[in-house]
């Protein structure tokens, strides 16, 4: 790692012997670590601090957003993927848009997934029921939970849209207007839901109190929800996806998820010898930000709900694909249009949170509303807010990713797990978006490219490639002159301030020889790592 101090940590890492949680807000790991401490298990804290984070973060999350996670219990083979990504009603159909799919109101919504992935998670690998593990959220929803300035901006930005829905408003502009940081949130509505849920698990959600509100309110709002919609969703346990990169096992989100996006973009940089060259040099980044290019142009021409399209997953994931799509990568000029591969043509907004506990079981957990406040839509009488997940469809009939009714969207959500020897090394994800793979392709070279321990992988400076105006976005961190160099050679470079590139990674790394969990949280967010 170098010892330039502009790549240096801005907070410590963390480290325990025993167990170890991060997530996106210090009221939610917190939480988990006390249920780690009471003697629940890596996935009982995750699922307590997930619905926690609800409460406490909703511009990021909420009950009717959707989850996606990695679960590796102490001794299992492999990690089981937790796919809790919901379909659009079945009767909505693309007439209910006109030129665009609508970013609020309740035809913005897919089925909500995360309520069944809590249970899925505590029903298979947990040792606490759902009673116990809403009890702390439950409390903050009916008490108050104090909001951080973070929230408080997001709630603003978001106040015209949310106050065009009562019970948006009801639950978040209290007395009309955003509350100050430092405030307490009420959220009464959303306390009994939580109530609901914790007496009769995911059916009390699914088939319950929730899905009649939902349904009514969409008859109301001109929607499409129907109480088959609801009654049938169940979130799927699969197997991951997974490449090697340098001698080292990298798992990831099957789709519909984007985290092959990961998989590729290492699997196109393992041809280039990244560790010989400097972190930070103009041939570091232009090189990353070329695969970032040739995989995510892959994405638009081939992916999409792996139920409704034939995708050719594992060539695009093979090493034959990657050495095709690395040849289209001029090693000094940037790409100003890049064309998607032929895998014919080759054989065969968001939280986080990861935990290992003293087993050895381990997850890493994301979930979602999709972009800030999602939906920006309540459903009446329950306090839930719901994503605005369609907006991730495409409504071009030539996309893989067109919307239909009762179609998943691709998703930006994705975690990642990584073994050296079969042996657990690290495990991470950053909410953010389309940022979020950029991410998680930069910490991992970080970590394994370039030596660094885990918290300075996560603080050193980031890029992150816009796909819709081609600009490459580089915090000024970076050394003024590599940022010439990079325009030089063709990159429309946009200079950010520092730690500003959006994504908030976090993680644990577990030190094959100690046994030691070291957490770490992004210094770009509020974020916290608590262990023993």
Known sequence: MTADPRWTTQRPPVVGTRAMISSGHPLATEAGLRTLRNGGNAFDAVVTAA?????????????????????????????????????????????????????????????????????????????????????????????????????????ANAGPALAQHPASARSFLPNGAPPRPGALLYQPDLAETLRQIAHGGADA???????????????????????????????????????????????????PSQGFLVLEQLNIAEGFELSALDFGSADVLHLMAECKKAAFADRLAH??????NDIPINRMLGKEFAAQRRMSIDPVRAARHVSAGDPSAVGGDTTAISAVDEAGNAIT??????TSFGSCYVVPGTGVLLN??????????????????????????????????????????????????????????NVFDHGMHWQAAIDAPRWYHNEETGDLMLEDRFDPAVLTDLENRGHSVRRE????????????????????????????????????
């Open 51 to 155: 619905a926690v984070i609800a409460v406490a973060e909703p511009g990021t999350n909420h009950v009717g957003g959707d989850v996606f996670a990695l679960c590796l219990p102490a001794g299992a083979a492999d990690p089981d993927a937790i796919n809790a990504s919901g379909p659009s009603p079945a009767g909505l159909t693309v007439d209910a848009f006109g030129d665009e799919i609508p970013p609020h109101g309740i035809n913005a919504a897919t089925v909500p997934g995360a309520v069944s992935a809590w249970q899925t998670i505590l029903n298979r690998y947990g040792s606490i029921s759902m009673a116990d593990a809403l009890v702390p959220a439950i409390e903050y929803a009916q008490h108050g939970v104090p909001v951080d300035p973070d929230t408080a901006q997001a709630i």
């Open 205 to 255: 959600f699914y088939k319950g109190p929730f899905a009649d509100a939902l349904v009514r309110a969409s008859a109301r709002e001109g929607g499409a929800f129907t109480p088959r919609d609801l009654a049938a969703y169940q979130c799927e346990v699969l197997p991951p996806l997974r490449t090697y990169y340098r001698g080292l096992e990298i798992l990831e989100q099957p789709l």
């Open 303 to 308: 992916v999409g709900d792996p139920d409704w």
């Open 365 to 370: 957990f994301i979930q979602s509303v999709f």
């Open 388 to 445: 605005n997940r369609l907006c991730g469809f495409s409504l071009d009939p030539a996309s893989p990713n067109v919307f239909q009714g009762g179609k998943r969207p691709i998703h930006t959500l994705n975690t990642f797990m990584v073994r050296r020897e079969d042996q657990l090394v690290l495990l991470g994800s950053a909410p953010g978006g389309q940022y979020q793979v950029q991410t998680n392709f930069q910490v991992i070279s």
């Open 497 to 532: 301030a520092p730690f500003s590139v959006y994504s908030r990674a976090q993680g644990v790394m577990l030190d094959p020889e100690t046994g030691a969990r070291i957490g770490a949280t992004d210094p770009r967010w509020h974020g916290q790592v608590l262990g023993f």
